[in-house]
């Protein structure tokens, strides 16, 4: 059963960047069988997807965060990363890496989530 | 694209619980739920409209037709409190429901 663990600061500085890993047991992440997706979660409110990875680096982000946000995999260390550029306290939320099986047709659904990653953005 | 959800329903234990999850053509799409307890990450319940993931109990399901997805909980037992959301796959985006708080009086 694979297992997804984020990893970061807590706490950014508005304008900076914020970078968190999300790192995966056993050997998914290279594989071809999976999307890897960032879902943030605003304080008290509900899920929001920023977008995914897939193993060979091909990327599709959320359009209302595209102009901000890059992804990236590193398959050597079982992990991939989200970077969110020039921050500001509406980017306060806790934010989760998940799983999600390829298909050719959609990214369907998301069947294993890491724990969860609080990032506050201090001004 | 949007989904709209109830933001609270209420159940008795042990009767039957009802998610409603609306979008337009809804039912052209497959829609998946996630259970989410406080503190905690969301869980997988119901994907590709009806299927239950590994260790969820069969009192769950979920159907889809129409403009409108639909989570059912039977025997609804104080466990199941919690919230849900929905989610489908629209115009290249994930796409999920507000979330509707499950309680269990």
């Known amino acids: 059963q694979v297992q997804l663990q984020e990893s970061g600061p807590g706490l950014v500085k508005a304008s900076q960047t914020l970078s968190l890993f999300c790192i995966v047991s056993?050997?998914?992440?290279?594989?071809?069988?999976?999307?890897w997706s960032w879902i943030r979660q605003h304080p008290g409110k509900g899920l929001e997807w920023i977008g995914y990875?897939?193993?060979?680096?091909?990327?599709y982000y959320s359009p209302s965060l595209k102009s901000r946000v890059t992804m990236s995999i590193d398959t050597s260390k079982k992990r991939f990363s989200l970077s969110l550029s020039s921050v500001t306290a509406a980017d306060t939320a806790v934010y989760y890496c998940?799983?999600?099986?390829?298909?050719?047709?959609?990214?369907?659904?998301?069947?294993?989530w890491g724990q969860g990653a609080l990032v506050t953005v201090s001004s | 694209y949007q989904l709209t959800q109830p933001p609270s329903v209420s159940v008795s234990p042990g009767q039957t619980a009802t998610i409603t999850c609306s979008g337009d053509?809804?039912?052209?799409?497959?829609a998946s739920w996630y259970q989410q307890k406080p503190g905690q990450s969301p869980v997988l319940v119901i994907y590709?409209?009806?299927k239950r993931p590994s260790g969820i109990p069969e009192r769950v399901s979920g159907s889809n037709s129409g403009n409108t997805a639909t989570l059912t909980i039977s025997g609804t037992q104080a466990i199941d409190e919690a919230d849900y959301y929905c989610?489908?796959?629209?115009?290249?985006?994930?796409?999920f429901g507000g979330g509707t708080k499950l309680t269990v009086l």
């Open positions: 998940a799983r999600s099986p390829y298909s050719s047709l959609r990214l369907d659904y998301f069947d294993y």
């Open positions: 056993g050997d998914y992440i290279s594989s071809a069988d999976y999307y």
């Open positions: 990875i897939y193993y060979g680096g091909s990327t």
């Open positions: 053509k809804m039912g052209d799409k497959y």
């Open positions: 590709q409209d009806n």
């Open positions: 989610q489908a796959w629209d115009s290249s985006l994930v796409v």
